[in-house]
Structures are given as C-alpha cells and as structure tokens.
C-alpha cells in the first residue's frame, strides 16, 4: 500500500470526523435572554448625571466588585450587589435630541459565547439635544471581553 494514499485517507477521515462534532456544536447552540436588574427598580436607587464620580460619555464601565462600585458611583442608597454573582454595567450616551423612553435586552449568542446588552431608544420630537444614562446588573461575566453594549434606535 502507497504511505502517502494512507494519510490522505487518515486525513479525510480526521476531516470529516471534525466537520460532523463541529456541526453538531452549531446545533447544540442555544440562544438565551438573560434576566437584567436595575439600580432603580430592583434597589430603588436613583441613578443619574450626579451618580458618577468618572466622566464616560458615550461609553459604558463595567463594575466587577464593590471597591470599583465605591470608586466610580456616588449613591445616595447603598444596593447590596452580589458581585461574586453579578456585574454591573453604567454607562452614558448622548443624542441630538431628546430621548423619550428606552428598554433593555440582555442576551447570550451563540455559538461566539458573547453577552450582548442592546439599548433600544425612542426619541421625541424635541430637537434638545439629551442623552441616557444606563445601568443593568447582569449575571457575572467569564470575560469582560466577550461583552459588549449596542444602542439601537433612529437618531
């Protein structure tokens, strides 16, 4: 028997083994909205312009522990975060106009195994300019790097 016909043959079948189990991962793969709590609702804390102790306009800081919690906000509440358990994620965005109202949707995709927080906005008629300032506790994240905020709207 030819050596080399032989390891083509291996290698079509380790090819073609590797394409079946990554097939089956892409199948296995299972989108999952994530629940979301918040300073306001869920703490009854009011979180505003005058909370953060750091500028970050159009940019959002994840807090990872309660020391960065005591660093970047100035509560006049004390929220009893579990950050062994939990994120949270603040954030300000401006706009040429005035924002009316905005949701959250935290979500899990698959198969990236990225956490994607999406910021849908609504704005008025008004031509003031304003801006959101956001917040959500999230469940606590295996990499910051595999997160990320999107604004979704018409501006």
């Known amino acids: 028997m030819n050596p080399h ?3 083509v043959k291996v290698s079509v079948v380790f090819l073609i083994t590797f394409l079946i189990f990554s097939a089956c991962s892409w199948q296995n793969c299972i989108y999952e909205e994530l629940e979301i709590l918040h300073l306001e609702s869920d703490f009854g804390c009011d979180y505003n312009v005058k909370s953060l102790l750091v500028d970050n306009w159009n940019q959002y800081i994840v807090i990872e522990d ?6 970047i906000l100035n509560l006049e509440c004390n929220p009893s975060i579990n950050f062994r358990k939990y994120d949270l994620v ?5 706009f040429p106009t005035w924002i009316d109202t905005f949701s959250y949707k935290l979500e899990f ?3 990236e195994e990225k956490v994607a927080l999406t910021i849908d ?4 008629g008004l031509t ?8 959500a506790i999230i469940p ?3 990499r910051i790097n595999d997160f990320e905020v999107e604004i ?3 501006w």
């Open 152 to 154: 979704v709207g018409e």
């Open 128 to 135: 003031v300019p304003g801006g959101i300032w956001y917040n």
């Open 109 to 111: 995709i698959c198969p």
């Open 140 to 142: 606590k994240l295996k």
């Open 66 to 71: 309660q020391k960065a919690f005591d660093t």
């Open 5 to 7: 016909t032989s390891i």
């Open 90 to 94: 603040i954030g300000q965005k401006s």
């Open 121 to 124: 906005i609504v704005q008025t």
